[in-house]
């Protein structure tokens, strides 16, 4: 036998390990939940649920949307597609369950990880993050609203050795949004909280504030609040800060640098308070982009908002370095 054949026969061995292994932790992780799934649907049902996620996993990525036929074909094998669709579609039409199982069974884990974090004394976060699922050659589907398309972003991006990419307004499609909270810490791979799909048009059409409203106060509900939250830009405003400010959680909000905020001169832009001012704290940071180190620096400023001027609040300045655009969070409370 050649080298080459037996280093080709190593590799495979390998993958097929490496597939065996993912194969048991994905089996180990949603056993609880099968067993729930026991008590209300038939057996066959069951097992078609977990044979689905292990196809959803394998076979599921960006240029394969996978229709329910498809799904049916990968999980009996194409022969076999009919029948494999048939039992699909007879998993999600059965009145015996509903997503509430789904929900309940990822919430129990993340408040089992909530109670080994705070036995640890680690530092808990929530994380707020958005997304979409585009449809962009749907529009009968029911629930379908405008979007906002990565795909059409990623295409527009200006790239070594092309010219002249379509500009305008951004490009948007037929979809649904997504809204979700991850538990993470320093030390734990993070794991969902809370999910929520959601259309802003039709008759199920949700107002976003609200929704993320009712999502704080379960997660409050959930886990107290001891728990950090994080938000990105998108969040930064006077609506829901005065939401935070209202349910007393400790939170960071990445701020944008134009906003304005009050410091000691009067209102200013965020940038501006914090220009020419040292900073307090310096350390190696990883930049996982470049993949390297850097030395960079923070620092945290009283301020209050303009709106809630009797709520003591900190920008907390994070500078990566040279020809690194500086981080603003905008925090009730302190670390440094």
Known sequence: MSKDAVKVGTQTDLIKQQADYFQRKLYQFVQPLTQQLDQVLDRRLVTTFSALLSCIIRFRHNSLGLLLSELGGKLLGEAQAPAGTKRISNLLRSKNWNHSLI?????????????????????????????????PESIRSEGLCAVRSSKAKRLKRIKPGFFNPPGGHPVHVPGFEWMGLLLAGLKIHPCVAFFRWYTTRGEYAQDRLTLQANLLEQAVNAFGRGLWHVFDRGYAGKRWLGVLISQAVPFVVRWPKRYQLIDEKGLRNAWKIARGKPARVRRQVWDAHHQQWRRSGALALPVTHPDYPEQALWLVVCRLGKGKEPWYLFANQSAL
Do not use: C, P, R, T
């Not at 929900?103 to 707020?128: D, P, S």
């Open 103 to 135: 929900e309940e069974f990822l919430l129990a884990k993340a408040q089992q990880v909530a109670h080994q974090l705070q036995q640890q004394n680690q530092v808990g976060v929530l994380l707020w993050d958005e997304s979409v699922i585009e449809k």
